[in-house]
């Protein structure tokens, strides 16, 4: 069964530097999703992409974000300079446009971010 | 705005009880899509169902059953005979129904099954 990846499963970072996390969604989706779940809260929502822009975005998505699609299979997260405060999971996800189960968001095993 | 809200933070239970995690919503939408999703220790998010606002019949599969009552917005999810591998964080979540659209999650429910 097809599945969403993300790369790496944790990222240790220092406070000012660049991250950028990565996600293969699943083939045949065309919106793509970030979300972010700090330690022990709930999970909430950063940004969403289709037809290769933006089509939604939170107000935790602030300038510092930015995300990409640079080739037919990667999508991407980049935080531009770090905080203590993005350590979290970061989650992405994928959709269909139609059909059957096309309101599922499919989620990936997340890529723990981490800064010091 | 949406707003999805899981009253219950924790729950403790030992195995082979049944147990209710509450969900409760608020939105303007009048169509909109329900869902929950169990989050194991491992950290995944696991789809369990989608429930789409015109459908209130109540769904079961398996040991698990949801409840949707639109008059109440709510939008409950019973275990039946509880094992000690449901033990989870379990979240509630929203979207509206149009293209796109974000999922709100509730805050989640901590269930621990004892054996």
């Known amino acids: 069964e097809p599945e969403v990846t993300q790369t790496p499963s944790h990222q240790v970072t220092q406070m000012g530097q660049e991250v950028i996390l990565r996600c293969v969604p699943i083939s045949n989706h065309l919106y793509f999703y970030w979300y972010r779940q700090i330690l022990g809260q709930k999970v909430e929502f950063l940004v969403s992409f289709y037809n290769n822009e933006i089509s939604e975005k939170s107000e935790i998505f602030d300038d510092q974000f930015s995300v990409e699609r640079p080739d037919g299979s990667n999508f991407t997260l980049k935080i531009r300079s770090t905080k203590l405060e993005d350590s979290a999971m970061y989650f992405c996800a994928s959709r269909r446009t139609s059909g059957v189960s096309s309101n599922e968001q499919f989620f990936g095993p997340g890529t723990r971010l981490t800064v010091l | 705005a949406q707003k999805v809200t899981q009253a219950q933070t924790e729950i403790s239970v030992v195995e082979k009880e049944d147990v209710t995690l509450d969900c409760v919503y608020e939105t303007r939408d009048t169509t909109y899509y329900l869902f929950w999703y169990k989050q194991p220790p491992s950290g995944e998010l696991v789809f369990l169902i989608r429930?789409?606002?015109?459908?209130?019949q109540n769904e079961i599969s398996g040991r698990y059953s949801w409840n949707f009552q639109k008059s109440t917005s709510s939008f409950n999810f019973t275990i039946t005979a509880s094992q000690v591998v449901d033990s989870a964080v379990y979240f509630c979540a929203l979207s509206k129904e149009t293209s796109g659209s974000r999922l709100t999650f509730g805050e989640g429910t901590q269930l621990t099954v004892n054996p």
């Open positions: 429930r789409n606002s015109f459908d209130e």
